[in-house]
């Protein structure tokens, strides 16, 4: 059994930063790749960035050059670093993690609100 916590959403400023954690715990494969995606009210849910277990990111245009999608191996945890946010990046942020061909396990999402 795979379970993702995720921690770390609440409400900034535009212009502000947050810091999104999230653990994986169980068996977890040691080739993986976890990201974040979002969804906001009344929008399909969408990749924000992703990274593979030896380090490679992948960053949704939207977000490139304000997100950092890093993790820590031995703790099988990603964190997602966002500066500069925006009232469009307002929505549930969900942790998501891909073994293989397994279906892609889910966290059960925290909120981001950016408003003034």
């Known amino acids: 059994q795979v379970q993702l916590v995720e921690s770390g959403g609440g409400l900034v400023q535009p212009g502000g930063s947050l810091r999104l954690s999230c653990a994986a715990s169980?068996?977890?494969?040691?080739?993986?790749?976890m990201g974040w995606y979002r969804q906001a009210p009344g929008k399909r849910r969408e990749r924000v960035a992703t990274?593979?277990?030896?380090?490679?990111?992948t960053y949704a245009d939207s977000v490139k050059g304000r997100f950092t999608i890093s993790r820590d191996n031995a703790k099988n945890t990603v964190y997602l670093r966002m500066d500069s946010l925006k009232p469009e990046d307002t929505a549930v942020y969900y942790c998501?993690?891909?073994?293989?061909?397994?279906?892609?396990?889910w966290g059960q999402g925290t909120q981001v609100t950016v408003s003034s």
């Open positions: 998501n993690l891909k073994m293989g061909s397994l279906p892609p396990y």
């Open positions: 990274i593979t277990s030896s380090g490679t990111p």
């Open positions: 169980g068996s977890i494969f040691s080739i993986n790749t």
